[in-house]
């Protein structure tokens, strides 16, 4: 903005238009900011401020970003060989760094500014912190213009809603949900736009959040497009005065693509553990048959071996009697990794007689450990993919348990109790501490087992809890759907 020209320009009275604007600017959960081209901050909201720890936003003008926002001053320059490419950048994935010197996980949606010449002269934008999903006001800029550029030029759909009614939606809104004016949207119920499935949650959290703030604040939903099909869209909103009366404000962005290539991973994984799961079984059948019975024929040569040597050759006698016991041991490897492998207990006898000879395995292997087995309910066979999984847990667990608990007592259960199948280990061992990310439990060896256990138990509709405190010991949980 040229700062000088916009002194000497009277202010006019802010239209209904520019309220609006106004209005989402002072409550949309973002960091609204201007800079020049060199970087340095020219002006930026409340939100912005508070976020970056500053006390007044006297303080953060004249900042140079590069070196006083960005954690890694790299970033400010992938920054700008993006927007100066394409005119913007959505979602620009970055850190910054507050005051106190903590970090910030964000992402920015910029444009660029220019002048009535057409020429470039600064950037403007909107930052989200992510590290927490909190949002924060934005706040109260100097001219309509700027409002107008920032809402109706902002990839992420914005929306107020008053009495259940939009009374704002910006162009992206109209876009994402297939509709040509925003007219088409005005002036109808929010309800209208979401999926049946979804809709008696959202219309209630919505008409609710206009009394008051009701949490959550973020969270996905199902909408309905104009054409009649459905997208994924994820939803922040909070409570806010519009025109003197209590309303929602809020944004979506469509998040249809990142669903689907999640499921597209969830069903790689899966599928990934049924090919591991034939290829153990394939393995464990051909280490039986190829290398069982030609450990067996060679036990058979050796026998006859013995047995046709002179009583007065009692050196290679003892010779044979050597080789007839590597050949067992050897036989019982093999036998001992089939079944690591592949049960054939879980295939012919169930889960239930398999869980109790691995116990007892495991109990002659490493004898301090004391292993307490129920099973209750079981009356009949589960289905294989469940035995299979509900296995695997178990063989995973205790694996975990002997090279890295310290435990000395484990207890171990297994529950039907219609409609699920409740899987529990819980050991007194060392325990350690949980991440607040599910799938990245801390600790250098602990991360690709619980992961596999999670997708093998997702594979079945079903869910695991782990509960661990250092120095307590852990649970594992696992629940799984009996169709």
């Not at 949490?215 to 054409?227: E, G, N, V």
């Not at 301090?368 to 589960?382: N, P, T």
Request: aromatic fraction near 8%.
């Amino acid at each position: 903005m040229d700062t000088k020209r916009g002194t000497n320009k009277k202010k006019r009275p802010l239209t209904g238009s520019a309220q609006r604007f106004r209005h989402i600017f002072e409550h949309s959960p973002a960091m609204v900011y201007l800079s020049d081209t060199a970087g340095f901050i020219l002006d930026m909201n409340e939100a912005g401020v508070t976020m970056l720890g500053y006390g007044a936003p006297e303080e953060v003008l004249g900042l140079e970003a590069a070196h006083h926002l960005y954690a890694d001053p790299d970033d400010r320059l992938r920054f700008l060989e993006t927007i100066e490419q394409t005119g913007s950048v959505q979602d620009f994935e970055t850190r910054f760094r507050r005051r106190d010197g903590t970090i910030l996980d964000v992402r920015i949606t910029a444009t660029t500014r220019r002048n009535r010449k057409g020429r470039v002269e600064g950037y403007e934008g909107f930052v989200l912190d992510v590290t927490d999903r909190k949002r924060a006001e934005q706040a109260l800029q100097d001219s309509e213009e700027k409002y107008r550029t920032v809402v109706e030029n902002s990839l992420s759909a914005i929306f107020i809603h008053q009495q259940g009614v939009f009374r704002f939606v910006n162009n992206r809104f109209a876009e994402m949900l297939g509709y040509d004016s925003t007219k088409e949207v005005i002036g109808r119920h929010f309800w209208e736009f979401v999926h049946p499935d979804d809709r008696p949650l959202v219309k209630e959290r919505g008409l609710n959040r206009e009394k008051s703030q009701v949490f959550p604040l973020q969270y996905t939903l199902r909408a309905i497009k104009k054409d009649g099909s459905t997208i994924w869209v994820d939803l922040r909103a909070t409570h806010a005065a519009y025109l003197g009366q209590s309303a929602v404000v809020g944004n979506c962005i469509d998040i249809t693509q990142s669903k689907a290539s999640e499921e597209e991973i969830h069903h790689l994984s899966r599928r990934l553990i049924e090919v591991s799961e034939e290829e153990k079984k394939g393995l464990a059948a051909d280490l039986h048959d190829e290398f069982g019975q030609a450990l067996t024929s060679l036990h058979f040569d050796l026998e006859a071996l013995q047995s046709s040597i002179s009583d007065g050759l009692t050196e290679q006698k003892q010779r044979c009697s050597g080789l007839l016991q590597r050949v067992e041991m050897l036989a019982d490897t093999v036998r001992k990794t089939t079944s690591y492998l592949r049960p054939d207990l879980l295939d012919h006898l169930g889960l239930v007689p398999t869980l109790e000879w691995f116990i007892h395995e495991f109990n002659v292997r490493w004898p301090d450990i004391r292993l307490e087995f129920q099973a209750l309910g079981l009356k009949k066979r589960l289905n294989q993919q469940i035995e299979i999984v509900l296995y695997r847990i178990f063989q995973e667990c205790l694996t975990n348990i002997s090279k890295h608990a310290k435990a000395t007592q484990v207890e171990i259960m297994l529950t039907y109790s219609h409609p699920r199948v409740i899987f529990t280990i819980r050991d007194n061992g060392v325990g350690y501490e949980i991440s607040p990310h599910p799938s990245s439990p801390v600790g250098p060896t602990r991360g690709i087992g619980l992961l596999s256990m999670r997708e093998r138990v997702a594979s079945c509709g079903g869910t695991i809890d782990i509960a661990s405190i250092p120095g307590k010991g852990t649970t594992i949980r696992a629940g799984i759907p009996v169709l």
